[in-house]
């Protein structure tokens, strides 16, 4: 008796032994790596990336996390595009905007159609977006998010003690400005880096010449739009914002001036959403410790910036079935939530509940649905999403150089932004 039970619980445990070995060697056949590069490395940001590996290990993957630092993303594209040359691509990019159809070109991109056919993408996501993670009519390119750039933050306390409510236009920013800088505290926190000084130039661009403008110059490159009365109120308005920022903002990164607004050392930014991740992750409350309000005269425009991981051909049979299995999660419900809770932005998957999410994600996700109806939905320039690179690439150059010189003037600059808009 002993002995036949001895051997049934043998047999039985070493039936279980197979099938646990089973099941392992199975795991280790299906589980790939994943190595994803991108430039999420702020407080909210890195939070939005530990849920995108917390998503991948969960699957059974590994992830390999390649962070490049950098707001905006110019050191990670640098980088991307060496390892890209010597043969070693990623399995996943942040790549976003006409950058996408670059990167196919190349012939690198891998084609997505077996994951987002069979997942439905094209009725999942609004159409101008599916196109541009097209190629030829092939999807290579995951969404996780729609960021919205028009914003400005903008510290409570700090504004009720000037006594001051947000601005609606330029003219009540520069009186609230005013206020700020009476009650001693820098009105504007900015970061003087290429990106940063576009962000707030084509704030000012859709705030004072309104969504037709800012499409016919910016997007459209039109040279007469380009070089016009608007373009000059335009650039003089941009280049009063300076006097309202401190000396140290040269070369300072977004977060840190994020930073200055939440400690209440500045009482606004001009700033995408990816903000408000930081003011979330510092324990913040959107509507008691800060407000998010449209930048100046942009109430009925969204300037939109679409996060989207670009996948590339790799070798690895298992490593590419863990990119389908990225694919896939990044467009899941699940993920959208969760990222976008972290990240500051919204879900690019359409009729996703709403309810998780804070006034400012609400009022976001609103504005992009109606503003989509009014023809007053753009795409960011200075986030890669409207012109090609090299284009985007010499507009921020003569931007910035008059943000930054004294001697550049209005007249100049216009002539300048109609040959930047040459570059190709
Ligand atoms: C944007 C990017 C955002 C955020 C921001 C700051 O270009 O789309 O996801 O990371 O840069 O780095």
Not at 7 to 34: D, K, M, N, P, Y
Not at 100 to 121: C, F, K, S, Y
Not at 231 to 252: Q, S
């Amino acid at each position: 008796m002993n002995k036949t039970m001895t051997l049934r619980s043998t047999l039985r445990l070493s039936a279980l032994t197979l099938a646990a070995s089973a099941a392992l060697l199975t795991g280790v056949a299906r589980a790939g790596e994943v190595e994803v590069l991108h430039w999420w490395t702020s407080g909210g940001e890195a939070k939005a990336a530990q849920a995108l590996a917390a998503t991948m290990k969960a699957k059974g993957h590994t992830w390999k996390d390649f962070a490049v630092a950098g707001g905006g993303g110019d050191s990670a594209m640098t980088v991307l595009k060496s390892r890209v040359v010597s043969g070693n691509p990623p399995a996943a990019a942040q790549i976003k905007g006409p950058s996408i159809q670059e990167w196919a070109r190349e012939g690198v991109l891998t084609n997505l159609d077996d994951v987002a056919g069979p997942e439905h993408w094209d009725q999942l996501l609004p159409p101008q977006i599916a196109a541009g993670l097209k190629y030829k009519g092939h999807y290579v390119a995951a969404p996780v998010n729609v960021h919205r750039v028009n914003w400005l933050w903008v510290n409570t306390a700090v504004f009720k003690k000037a006594g001051i409510k947000p601005p609606t236009s330029w003219a009540e920013f520069f009186t609230a400005a005013e206020a700020l800088k009476k009650a001693g505290v820098i009105p504007l926190a900015h970061g003087g880096q290429s990106w940063q000084d576009f962000t707030t130039f084509e704030d000012v661009a859709l705030g004072v010449g309104g969504a037709a403008f800012y499409k016919k110059a910016l997007v459209q490159l039109d040279p007469t739009a380009l070089k016009s009365d608007t373009m000059k109120e335009v650039l003089t308005t941009f280049k009063k914002i300076k006097g309202y920022t401190d000396k140290n903002a040269p070369g300072r990164d977004w977060n840190l001036a994020t930073a200055m607004v939440i400690r209440g050392e500045a009482g606004m930014q001009l700033m995408g959403d990816w903000a408000k991740g930081e003011f979330l992750a510092a324990g913040k409350t959107p509507g008691k410790d800060f407000e998010c309000v449209a930048s100046p005269g942009s109430a009925k425009d969204f300037s939109y910036n679409v996060d989207s991981l670009a996948m590339f051909q790799l070798k690895n049979a298992a490593n590419a079935k863990a990119q389908r299995d990225l694919a896939s999660a990044l467009m899941s419900p699940d993920f959208q939530e969760l990222f976008n809770l972290n990240k500051g932005s919204i879900p690019v998957r359409l009729n996703m509940n709403m309810d998780k999410f804070d006034a400012c994600a609400k009022q976001s996700s609103k504005d992009f649905v109606e503003s989509s109806k009014g023809g007053t939905l753009v795409p960011s320039i200075a986030h890669g999403m409207a012109v090609p690179s090299a284009v985007e690439g010499a507009m921020k150059d003569v931007v910035s150089q008059f943000w930054n010189s004294d001697k550049a003037t209005v007249e100049d600059t216009m002539t300048k932004l109609v040959a930047a808009a040459k570059a190709q």
